[in-house]
C-alpha cells in the first residue's frame, strides 16, 4: 500500500483499523469515497460503545444510583474532551447536539430568536450547505431580518474583495463554513473572524467538514460558535456539538423545553439551569457523546496535522489525475484543498456517473450535496464528487480513475 512520504505515520496499519473497509460491493473491494457525507468507525469506537451498553447504560443526570454515576461521569467527561479537542475555556461552553445542523438551528433559534429584529443583517456565503441557509431563512422570515451574501470566484474561493460593502454595522451575525463540502475551498475563518467583529458582529463557523480533518481552536479563530457533527469524523450518528462563547451561550434562552433543562417548575413557569443543560432538554444521545470522545482519542492519537497532511495530498493528487479524463471539469481551489473533489464530466450526468462507479464497488456521491445555490452559482445541476479520509489511500485513487475512464467508454 501506497506511503505518503511526508509523513510518519503509517497508515496502512491504521486503515486495518476499519473493520468495514474490508467489505465488497457489487462483488468488488469497497472503495469508500463517501467520507464526507459520513466517515467509517475504527474498531476503538465500536468497542467503546458496546462497552458503555455492556457496562454503564443509565440514565444520566437524574438516577441515584452507581449506573447512573458511571453514565453521568462519562457524559460530561466526554463534553470536557471535546471541548479540549477545539480549544474552549471551559466545558460549559460545549452543547451536545444531534449534529451540525442542530447546532446552527439551536443559534439561529435560541439566538436570533432573542436578539435579531426587523432589519438586522445575517451575512452567509454562496457556498453555504443547506444547513447553514435554511435555518437563517427561517429565521428571516418570522423576525423580518435579511440576508446578505459573499459571492464565490471562479476558483471556488470567496470573493472577500466584496467585504467591506456587506460587513456594514447592521450585520448581527456572519455564519460561514470552514471547508466547503463541495468545493473544499478552505476558508481563512480567523481573518473573517477578525473582520465580523470590527464591525460588531458575532460569527458561527460550520465546522462539519474540517473538524475531524484538521486542528481548530476556537480562541485563536476568535469565533463566537462552532458547529460540528460526529459522524463525520470517525464518532456516531446522532451526536454533535455546539461551541459558544460562555457569556453568549449565557444569554441565550432556551430552545426546547422538557425534563432536565430545569431548576423548578410550577403549573404556570420554569426556572431554566445554566448552559449548556438549559439546551439539552431530555435524555441526551449519552452514548453518541461517549462514541464521539472515543472518536476524538482516536484523532488525536494519530494527530491532526497529519490527517490534513494525508487527507490534502488525497484531494490534490485526485484533483490532478483526474483531469487525466477528457471532458471533465474539476471544481474548487487547486492550492490548497479539503479532502474532497467534485467534478463533471461530459460523458454522463453525475448520478449516471455515481451509479456506474457503484458496479465497481466505489462509492462516490453524485448530486447537488444540500448546496443548491452553490451548484446554479456554477451553472451544474450537481457534481460527482469524491470524498476521502485517512484510511484512503492514492492506490485507490488510481482504480478511481480506471473506473471513471471505463464509464467516458460506455457512455459514449
Ligand atoms: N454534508 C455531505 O455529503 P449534518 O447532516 O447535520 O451532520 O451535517 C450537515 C452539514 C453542514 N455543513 C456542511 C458543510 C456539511 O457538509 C454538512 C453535511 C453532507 O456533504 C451531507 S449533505
Request: contains cysteine.
Given at each position: 500500500?501506497?506511503?505518503?512520504?511526508?509523513?510518519?505515520?503509517?497508515?496502512?496499519?491504521?486503515?486495518?483499523?476499519?473493520?468495514?473497509?474490508?467489505?465488497?460491493?457489487?462483488?468488488?473491494?469497497?472503495?469508500?469515497?463517501?467520507s464526507a457525507a459520513t466517515s467509517q468507525k475504527p474498531r476503538a469506537v465500536i468497542d467503546v460503545l458496546r462497552r458503555y451498553y455492556e457496562h454503564e447504560n443509565a440514565n444520566v443526570h437524574r438516577g441515584l444510583h452507581e449506573l447512573s454515576s458511571r453514565a453521568t461521569e462519562a457524559y460530561e467527561k466526554s463534553r470536557q474532551r471535546v471541548a479540549d479537542y477545539i480549544g474552549a475555556v471551559r466545558a460549559d461552553e460545549i452543547v451536545f447536539t444531534r449534529g451540525t445542523t442542530e447546532s446552527i438551528n439551536l443559534v439561529a433559534q435560541a439566538w436570533g430568536g432573542k436578539f435579531i429584529r426587523e432589519g438586522d443583517v445575517i451575512l452567509l456565503t454562496v457556498m453555504e450547505h443547506h444547513s447553514n441557509l435554511?435555518?437563517?431563512?427561517?429565521?428571516?422570515?418570522?423576525?423580518?431580518?435579511?440576508?446578505?451574501?459573499?459571492?464565490?470566484?471562479?476558483?471556488?474561493?470567496?470573493?472577500?474583495?466584496?467585504?467591506p460593502s456587506l460587513l456594514t454595522p447592521e450585520v448581527k451575525l456572519f455564519a460561514f463554513t470552514h471547508i466547503s463540502n463541495s468545493l473544499g475551498t478552505i476558508n481563512p475563518v480567523a481573518e473573517l473572524c477578525e473582520k465580523a467583529h470590527a464591525v460588531g458582529a458575532l460569527t458561527l463557523v460550520d465546522a462539519a467538514q474540517?473538524?475531524?480533518?484538521?486542528?481548530?481552536?476556537?480562541?485563536?479563530?476568535?469565533?463566537?460558535?462552532?458547529?460540528?457533527?460526529?459522524?463525520?469524523?470517525?464518532?456516531?450518528?446522532?451526536?454533535?456539538?455546539?461551541?459558544?462563547?460562555?457569556?453568549?451561550?449565557?444569554?441565550?434562552?432556551?430552545?426546547?423545553?422538557?425534563?432536565?433543562?430545569?431548576?423548578?417548575?410550577?403549573?404556570?413557569?420554569?426556572?431554566?439551569?445554566?448552559?449548556?443543560h438549559r439546551f439539552e432538554a431530555g435524555t441526551p444521545n449519552i452514548a453518541g457523546a461517549i462514541g464521539l470522545a472515543?472518536?476524538?482519542?482516536?484523532?488525536?492519537?494519530?494527530?491532526?496535522?497529519?490527517?490534513?497532511?494525508?487527507?490534502?495530498?488525497?484531494?490534490?493528487?485526485?484533483?490532478?489525475?483526474?483531469?487525466?479524463?477528457?471532458?471533465?471539469?474539476?471544481?474548487g481551489p487547486t492550492?490548497?484543498?479539503?479532502?474532497l473533489v467534485g467534478f463533471v464530466m461530459d460523458a454522463a450526468h453525475?448520478?449516471?456517473?455515481?451509479?456506474?462507479?457503484?458496479?465497481?464497488?466505489?462509492?462516490?456521491?453524485?448530486?447537488?450535496?444540500?448546496?443548491?445555490?452553490?451548484?446554479?452559482?456554477?451553472?451544474?445541476?450537481?457534481?460527482?464528487?469524491?470524498?476521502?479520509?485517512?484510511?484512503?489511500?492514492t492506490e485507490e485513487i488510481d482504480r478511481m480513475i480506471e473506473i471513471l475512464d471505463a464509464a467516458v467508454r460506455f457512455f459514449s
Open positions: 500500500m501506497h506511503k505518503i512520504a511526508t509523513s510518519d505515520v503509517d497508515w496502512s496499519v491504521i486503515r486495518k483499523d476499519f473493520p468495514i473497509l474490508g467489505e465488497q460491493a457489487h462483488g468488488h473491494p469497497l472503495i469508500y469515497f463517501d435554511v435555518p437563517w431563512q427561517l429565521l428571516a422570515e418570522r423576525t423580518g431580518a435579511r440576508l446578505r451574501f459573499v459571492g464565490v470566484r471562479d476558483d471556488g474561493t470567496l470573493d472577500l474583495k466584496q467585504l474540517s473538524a475531524g480533518h484538521l486542528p481548530i481552536d476556537v480562541q485563536e479563530l476568535g469565533c463566537d460558535f462552532l458547529a460540528f457533527s460526529g459522524h463525520k469524523m470517525c464518532g456516531p450518528t446522532g451526536i454533535g456539538a455546539l461551541y459558544g462563547r460562555g457569556e453568549i451561550l449565557d444569554s441565550m434562552p432556551p430552545w426546547h423545553g422538557g425534563g432536565e433543562m430545569i431548576v423548578s417548575v410550577t403549573l404556570e413557569k420554569s426556572a431554566f439551569k445554566k448552559a449548556p472515543a472518536a476524538i482519542q482516536y484523532i488525536e492519537q494519530i494527530g491532526r496535522p497529519a490527517i490534513f497532511e494525508h487527507d490534502s495530498h488525497l484531494a490534490r493528487y485526485a484533483a490532478e489525475r483526474l483531469t487525466e479524463l477528457p471532458g471533465m471539469r474539476v471544481f492550492e490548497e484543498r479539503g479532502a453525475p448520478h449516471d456517473l455515481t451509479t456506474f462507479a457503484d458496479q465497481y464497488g466505489l462509492a462516490l456521491r453524485g448530486g447537488h450535496h444540500c448546496n443548491q445555490p452553490l451548484m446554479r452559482r456554477f451553472g451544474v445541476s450537481g457534481t460527482t464528487r469524491a470524498s476521502f479520509y485517512f484510511y484512503n489511500t
